[in-house]
């Protein structure tokens, strides 16, 4: 498998949409049964 | 509109996580779980955060169709062994070479690179992970205060195997969810992402 190097700026950006948000609350809009 | 906290059957969930794909990361996984379950993966991931041992007894006991699901959704996996939770993403239950001391306390371990980087910013807190260069063993540290970064040696890439928020499903365990779909599998949960001094 290939390697890929990523920048400081970008690898804190891909983590914060991977985990950003991860413990709030439901929307109580956006509940998933 | 009103909650409904029933649980999905297994086929429902498989299903939503077959459509979200290989690039799918963890917020967008737990985010198609129904919401009590998207409550017990808090409940996990903030034990990370109160325990001085990865979670276990009164915090999983007893919840085996819980735990199977959050496996099959690739969220948290449990050491074979000992039942203890060895993998909660971006935690790790064991020591790893990514070491997040968060501000106030408590220090933690990440699984790898990425998800070291992620801890602090689900918390909203400042922190200083620590590693080493897989290679020459030269310290690593990054530090986040006040969402400013700063990487020591500066020059610190991250090297990953794939895609930074790839993060294949695993396959589901016998009896949780349904194989039927085609999503990738990947046997056990493994590092993707390493810091590079360069």
Not at chain 1, 4 to 33: I, K, M, N, S, Y
Not at chain 2, 9 to 28: E, H, M, N, S
Request: glycine content about 10%; charged content about 15%.
């Amino acid at each position: 498998m290939t390697a890929t190097v990523f920048g400081q700026a970008e690898a804190v950006q891909a983590a914060g949409q991977a985990f950003g948000g991860l413990l709030d609350p439901p929307d109580p809009q956006e509940t998933t049964p | 509109m009103t909650s409904n906290h029933s649980a999905p059957t297994p086929d429902v969930l498989a299903d939503r996580l077959a459509r979200l794909g290989q690039g799918a990361g963890v917020a967008d996984r737990q985010a198609v779980l129904p919401d009590r379950l998207r409550m017990f993966h808090q409940r996990l991931l903030g034990a990370f955060l109160t325990e001085t041992a990865p979670p276990d007894g009164p915090v999983v006991a007893g919840l085996a169709a819980e735990r199977a699901a959050l496996a099959a959704a690739d969220l948290v996996h449990p050491d074979p062994a000992t039942g203890t939770i060895a993998v909660a993403y971006p935690f790790s239950g064991r020591p790893t070479p990514y070491r997040v001391k968060l501000a106030g306390g408590p220090a933690v371990f990440a699984m790898c690179a990425v998800d070291a980087l992620g801890i602090p910013q689900m918390l909203g807190r400042d922190g200083r992970i620590s590693s080493l260069d897989p290679t020459s063993g030269q310290p690593i540290t990054v530090e986040v205060h006040a969402g400013a970064w700063g990487f020591l040696p500066a020059t610190t890439v991250v090297l990953s195997a794939g895609p930074l928020l790839a993060m294949p499903v695993t396959r589901p365990p016998s009896g949780a969810v349904p194989t039927s779909t085609s999503t990738p599998t990947r046997s056990r949960p493994t590092r993707t992402s390493e810091l590079i001094p360069t």
